[in-house]
Antibody, heavy 120, light 106 residues
Framework: QVHLQESGPGLVKPSETLSLSCNVSGGSVRSGSHYWSWIRQPPGKGLEWIGYVFHSGSTLYNPSLKSRVTIAVDTANNRFSLRLNSVTAADTAVYYC????????????WGQGTMVTMSS | EIVLTQSPATLSVSPGDSVTLSCRASQRVSNYLAWYQQKPGQAPRLLIHAASARATGIPARFSGSGSGTEFTLTISSLQSEDFAVYYCQQYYNWPPFTFGQGTKLE
């Protein structure tokens, strides 16, 4: 079955850039049937969708984060990535990668999540 | 942006109970609504999509209903492993996909 695994630093300094990667196994990011998303959850709070990428490289972002976010797909290595610029303490959260259908059907596969703290 | 409001925020229940959770959308979302279960330290798990379709492997005690702006998730005969936080999410109008604030079963 499809498995997603996030990786990246657990600590980022304020004003710097957060970079995370999501490795896809048991399936392919080349799938024309799925979007590949990033979702975050601040400690003790709810879920916020950050954006998604399609296998073609086309993206769509949450308007609230659009100016700071870049999501990209790496088909050669079957993974996709997240970059979030100019981070602040408010960006501290568990970051999840997740899959949804091209004709959206909910997020059916999730990574385990990675906690990222923005602190000097 | 479509806002989803879940009620109640917390529900005190006992094993064996039948419980109903509510999700209200600020605009009509047809049946483009999903429900998730999240346990402490874990990622959310998709329970229901298209308002009433159970995801793969989800027990029949979980059922969803509703359309438009009013939705419910019902858990019949609550099991100990069902104590968790439940979120609804709309995928009718995006960006952004939006989630409710969650209902905690305790």
């Amino acid at each position: 079955q499809v498995h997603l695994q996030e990786s990246g630093p657990g600590l980022v300094k304020p004003s710097e850039t957060l970079s995370l990667s999501c490795n896809v196994s048991g399936g392919s990011v080349r799938s024309g049937s799925h979007y590949w998303s990033w979702i975050r959850q601040p400690p003790g709070k709810g879920l916020e969708w950050i954006g998604y990428v399609f296998h073609s490289g086309s993206t769509l972002y949450n308007p609230s984060l659009k100016s700071r976010v870049t999501i990209a797909v790496d088909t050669a290595n079957n993974r996709f990535s997240l970059r979030l610029n100019s981070v602040t303490a408010a960006d501290t959260a568990v970051y999840y990668c997740a899959r949804t259908c091209y004709q959206p059907c909910g997020f059916d596969i999730w990574g385990q999540g990675t906690m990222v703290t923005m602190s000097s | 942006e479509i806002v989803l409001t879940q009620s109640p925020a917390t529900l005190s229940v006992s094993p064996g109970d039948s419980v109903t959770l509510s999700c209200r959308a600020s605009q009509r979302v047809s049946n483009y609504l999903a429900w998730y279960q999240q346990k402490p330290g874990q990622a959310p798990r998709l329970l229901i999509h298209a308002a009433s379709a159970r995801a793969t492997g989800i027990p029949a005690r979980f059922s969803g209903s509703g359309s438009g702006t009013e939705f419910t998730l019902t858990i019949s005969s609550l099991q100990s492993e069902d104590f968790a936080v439940y979120y609804c999410q709309q995928y009718y109008n995006w960006p952004p996909f939006t989630f409710g604030q969650g209902t905690k079963l305790e």
